[in-house]
């Protein structure tokens, strides 16, 4: 398996979607990236075998992953090479060998021929556009969660400030038809005495003096109620534009 050092992949790797093993590997027919002409394939079985051809002449060997630091071990006639995948897409999947800086690039057989790059050269400049193509990405959803963010935030502050008019409104509402609230108190407090003094009316008459009272009283709700309703009005119409007119 052949390695190079690239520092464009540095730089990318960052962006790697988590690393499922048995999904990315099994049932795939990988082919090692080289510029030497040779056809070196990887197939990794859900069994833990992997075979191993150069040029369709190879070996059974086994794989393994080791969660622990997410490395992928690779036994073959007794070799044995430890990998630390690095960045995978829908074609490549690259393998930094472990304590070094060098790196193996497996290509997915079926998406090979969408993959150009047959040189070094061509490799680097593949990563160095998916460099740019994932710092896109993630700066368009960046600015697509700020500007969610700015919304919720606007809206909130649209909903505070809706909720501080209403509260406003309420209190002008009640410092305009606080005179008339004072008259429908007083008139209850002189009522009650009136009220006592049915109480020992004859039965012959209490009947039409509760009738008359209640009568006279909602009369007098009323009458309050128009004068209430006439002078919030009366306001708006003098204030026309004040944003409390609207919850008045």
């Keep these: ?59 059974k ?6 969660s622990a630091n997410k490395s992928l071990v690779i036994n073959s006639d007794g070799a044995v090479i430890m990998l630390h ?4 897409d829908n074609t490549i999947l690259a393998l930094t060998l472990d304590g070094t800086d060098e790196m193996a690039f497996l290509i997915e ?13 061509q490799l680097e400049q593949y990563l160095i556009e998916k460099e740019q193509k994932l710092i896109s990405e993630s700066n368009r959803k960046v600015e697509k969660e700020n500007q969610k963010r700015e919304q919720e935030l606007r809206l909130k502050k649209e909903f505070e ?28 407090i002189l009522a ?30 009323l009458v309050i109620h128009h004068k209430n309703s006439k002078t919030i009005e009366k306001w708006k119409t003098e204030h026309p534009d004040d944003p409390r007119s609207k919850y008045l």
Aim: glycine fraction near 4%.
């Design 1 to 59: 398996m052949k390695t190079y050092v690239i520092e464009a992949i540095k730089r990318i790797k960052r962006f790697s979607e988590k690393f499922d093993v048995s999904t990315t590997l099994c049932d795939k027919t990988w082919i090692v990236f080289n510029d030497t002409g040779e056809k070196e394939v990887y197939i990794f079985q859900h069994d833990g075998s992997v075979f191993i051809t150069t040029d369709g002449v190879g070996i």
């Design 61 to 66: 060997g086994e794989w393994h992953w080791i």
């Design 85 to 88: 995948p690095e960045f995978v």
């Design 109 to 121: 057989q079926d998406n090979k021929e969408a993959f150009i790059a047959k040189t070094l050269i």
């Design 161 to 188: 400030r809706e909720e501080e008019t209403k509260r406003q409104a309420r209190e002008l509402s009640h410092i305009l038809t606080s005179k008339m609230d004072r008259v429908i108190l007083l008139a209850t």
């Design 192 to 221: 009650l005495p009136l009220i006592i003094v049915l109480i020992f009316i004859e039965n012959d008459y209490r009947e039409l003096a509760i009738s008359l009272l209640l009568m006279v009283y909602s009369i007098l709700i």
